[in-house]
Nanobody, 124 residues
């Protein structure tokens, strides 16, 4: 499976961006797609994710209420809508896909497939 990531860019604080992540083939319904981010000098951290089939979502506390994951099954794509962006959201964002991901969804090691990182820069 290959992941095609797109979106990102430069935005002013308070603005919005949308990231997309498309899978080259339809994942299993039990698969889990998510996003991690890594800011300079910091560890990679979980942002949010979604169970492919059920649509159940999880978000890190730092983005709850601001970020939303939506889906387009026809395009094998999930979207990360990011609103009310803040300086601390600046990072390289990675989409990920894993099978057999359960309560370990916040761990990078749970994911086999990684998309190319995309830069999100929030200016104040």
């Amino acid at each position: 499976v290959q992941l095609q990531a797109s979106g990102g860019g430069l935005v002013q604080a308070g603005g919005s961006l949308r990231l997309s992540c498309s899978a080259s083939e339809r994942p299993y319904s039990s698969s889990y797609m998510g996003w991690f981010r890594q800011a300079p000098g910091k560890e990679r951290e979980f942002v949010g994710g979604i169970r492919w089939g059920s649509g159940v979502t999880h978000y890190d506390n730092s983005v709850k209420g601001r970020f939303t994951i939506t889906r387009d099954n026809a395009k094998n794509t999930r979207y990360l809508q990011m609103n009310s962006l803040q300086d601390e959201d600046t990072a390289v964002y990675y989409c990920v896909l894993g099978n057999g991901v359960s309560n370990n969804y916040m761990r990078p090691g749970a994911y086999k497939y990684w998309g190319k990182g995309t830069q999100v820069t929030v200016s104040s």
